[in-house]
């Protein structure tokens, strides 16, 4: 059995995960403009972004991709 400490902890990050995700594809994978619009400095969005295992990388080719 899990707490419900340990369950409140990886609900928050999976929505924190969902939420960075759809932040860069809205910029195209921009971390400076993604930042600014998170509210956030870039180099505290860069260390979510290790922490989660996304790269800003994956989010331009996939605006290429569309044609964005």
């Given at each position: 059995?899990?707490?419900?400490?340990?369950?409140?902890?990886?609900?928050?990050?999976?929505?924190?995960?969902?939420?960075?995700?759809?932040?860069?594809?809205?910029?195209?994978?921009?971390?400076?403009?993604?930042?600014?619009?998170?509210?956030?400095?870039?180099?505290?969005?860069?260390?979510?972004?290790?922490?989660?295992?996304?790269?800003?990388?994956?989010?331009?080719?996939?605006?290429?991709?569309s044609g964005a």
């Amino acid at each position: 059995d899990i707490s419900l400490s340990e369950v409140r902890q990886a609900a928050s990050d999976t929505a924190e995960k969902a939420y960075l995700e759809d932040v860069l594809c809205r910029y195209a994978g921009n971390v400076t403009a993604s930042a600014n619009s998170m509210d956030v400095n870039r180099s505290h969005l860069q260390t979510l972004l290790k922490k989660h295992g996304i790269s800003s990388k994956s989010f331009k080719s996939q605006a290429t991709k569309s044609g964005a």
